[in-house]
């Protein structure tokens, strides 16, 4: 039976063989460290097909990880995905990376009627998103800072590292989801869904949610009034 | 493979070019690059976030454009090359990503070499024959170096580089300051064609005795460049102008400071080539393009003996092309490939040719 490759660099790099039928985990790896998805992604792709006598043109077709997360790394997956689809002729399908966390809050034995989750979009913001209890997405993707969230139990390592913001805010910081990173199993779990559904996932353009920090500098707005008057 | 004719595709991202170039041995067979330059002109600069966005988008249109190029398939390929750095960091891991899922997905070796050594390796392509040691001379938006080329693949020797600004930035922040729009190397050139280069003396940075010394005795920057005195020059005398009322003298300006670029260039690449004893000199990087450079090297060249090699303008500036080039020279000469594990070094030495594994 065909299997699907999940990738996702949205956190940490982590990739994963599912089964197509039954949505198994075959394998799957994550990277300890946020900042080493150029040195591993590779690596963990070629150990994982090869340890289960993988052949990329046999895939079912390349589930990845659209972010929103940290740019750099977001796109080290996107790129090798895209690559992985071109070469082996497979679909490459994006899913909204969230959504990884959203699955494992779904796997509680009690998943609350709605319910936030949040991953660090640094400079003291998270990137979150809002979900019912059957785990659809009712607000989101968005960049804020934690403080401004809805007062509602948040789940995920944004959870975590502002605890304490959420809290003075009226949010529910969960600490069994404080480690919680967005996982490629968990995000192909719900891309399968997606799929299931007929939905169309065909687009993998990046959810970067921030422009570039690029200011246009101010004599170089000089120069356009300048042209303009001129 | 054919190891005396491998055909290497190499894959090019470390600022604003997304390259992918296919050779067969020195044979350039496909050269496509896609630039982002368009969207950094608003900033009057490269912006590292823009440039490594277009490359995500661009990387795999570009490979396919090369390929319909040069009429192969991937599985004709024997062998991938990509610059690992010097570059942006941001910029370089959207193409080491892409080579490495690549390699990966071909079952090819992969080699993440030197970007300043590519621009060197360019000089084989094309059937140009250079000596067995060879001096280079890049000067680039990004880089401003002299090289002694003992071997492409295993002998390549840092002589003098810029301490602050690539020359190439000091033509944009001066284009700015003059209002003549970026890219700044072209509008200056440009400009400078209807001024007088002898209307200002602007300083030539590192030119002081106590910095150059004697070739005997050669003082710590004989052979290193500094712009960032010579913009602050250029704004000086252009405040005088606009704090007298006075209209500004811009191709005056202009022709003056490229001549003080171009003669401290010049000046110090063709003094370097004869204290190493090296008769041939390469020119790349994209101010290679700029006529007054041809020009004066040309001609100090000439006086002092020493051949001048320019490639066509297409190879000067940041392309896969030259990476496949260099790649292809790593191949046939048996240099083991870097595996799929490495790391991009935005401050890779140009003695680091290729990365080992």
């Known amino acids: ?230 | 493979m054919s190891t005396k004719e491998p055909v290497v595709l190499g894959i090019e991202s470390s600022c604003d070019e997304t390259g992918v170039g296919i050779v067969r041995g020195t044979q350039l067979l496909a050269n496509a690059v896609s630039s982002s330059m368009d969207e950094h002109v608003r900033f009057g600069g490269v912006i590292p976030e823009i440039a490594a966005r277009a490359h995500l988008e661009a990387f795999v249109p570009t490979l396919q454009q090369a390929l319909d190029t040069a009429e192969l398939t991937l599985d004709d390929i024997d062998a991938i090359a990509v610059t690992s750095g010097p570059g942006l960091a941001g910029a370089l891991m959207v193409g080491v990503s892409a080579a490495k899922a690549l390699a990966l997905a071909t079952g090819k070796p992969l080699y993440g070499i030197n970007h300043l050594v590519a621009h060197v390796g360019v000089g084989v392509l094309e059937g140009t024959v250079l000596p067995p040691t060879f001096g280079a001379l890049l000067v680039s938006g990004g880089h401003t170096e002299i090289l002694k080329v003992t071997s492409l693949t295993n002998d390549v020797h840092l002589l003098g580089s810029t301490i602050d600004d690539a020359a190439g930035e000091a033509y944009d922040k001066v284009a700015r300051l003059l209002g003549l729009g970026y890219p700044g190397g072209p509008a200056i050139d440009k400009a400078a064609k209807d001024g007088d280069r002898k209307a200002f003396r602007f300083p030539r940075g590192l030119s002081l005795p106590k910095f150059v010394g004697s070739a005997e005795n050669p003082g710590k920057h004989r052979n290193n460049f500094s712009f960032s005195g010579l913009k602050t020059a250029v704004a000086r005398c252009v405040e005088h102008f606009e704090a007298a009322g006075e209209p500004i003298p811009v191709a005056d300006i202009a022709a003056s400071f490229q001549e003080a670029v171009v003669d401290v260039i010049t000046a110090k690449a063709v003094r370097a080539m004869k204290e190493n004893n090296l008769t041939t000199v390469l020119l790349g990087g994209g101010v290679a393009a700029n006529t007054r450079l041809r020009e004066l090297l040309a001609a100090r060249c000439a006086s002092a003996g020493i051949a001048l090699v320019v490639p066509p303008f297409s190879l000067c500036t940041d392309n896969g092309g030259m990476v496949a080039g260099l790649g292809a020279q790593l191949v046939a000469d048996g240099v083991e490939p870097s595996g799929l594990d490495f790391a991009t070094d935005s401050s890779q030495p140009v003695t680091q040719i290729v990365l080992s594994r």
């Open chain 1, 1 to 230: 039976m065909p299997n699907y490759l999940s990738i996702d660099t949205s956190a940490h790099a982590s990739v994963a063989l599912i089964d197509a039928d039954t949505g198994a985990v075959i394998a799957t790896r994550t990277s300890p460290k946020g900042n080493d998805q150029t040195e591993t992604l590779a690596g963990y792709v070629r150990d994982l097909m090869a340890g289960h006598d993988q052949q990329g043109p046999e895939l079912a077709g390349i589930i990845v990880g659209v972010g929103p997360g940290p740019f750099t790394g977001l796109r080290v997956g996107l790129v090798a995905a895209r690559t992985f689809g071109f070469v082996w002729q497979v679909p490459v399908h994006g899913v909204m990376s969230l959504h990884a966390l959203a699955e494992r809050v779904l796997e509680l034995d009690e998943v609350p009627d709605e319910f936030i989750v949040a991953s660090d979009a640094r400079r003291k913001e998270v990137y979150w998103a809002r979900y019912n209890r059957q785990g659809a997405l009712t607000d989101g993707p968005h960049v804020a800072a934690a403080a401004t969230l809805p007062a509602l139990p948040v789940y995920g390592v944004g959870a975590g590292i502002y605890e304490d913001a959420l809290r003075e805010a009226g949010a529910a910081p969960q600490p069994e989801s404080f480690e919680w990173i967005a996982e490629s199993a968990y995000l192909a779990k719900h891309g399968l869904k997606e799929l299931a559904a007929g939905k169309d996932l065909s687009n993998t353009a990046p959810q970067y949610l921030r422009e570039s920090d690029a200011q246009v500098p101010a004599f170089m707005k000089q120069a356009e009034a300048k042209e303009a008057t001129a």
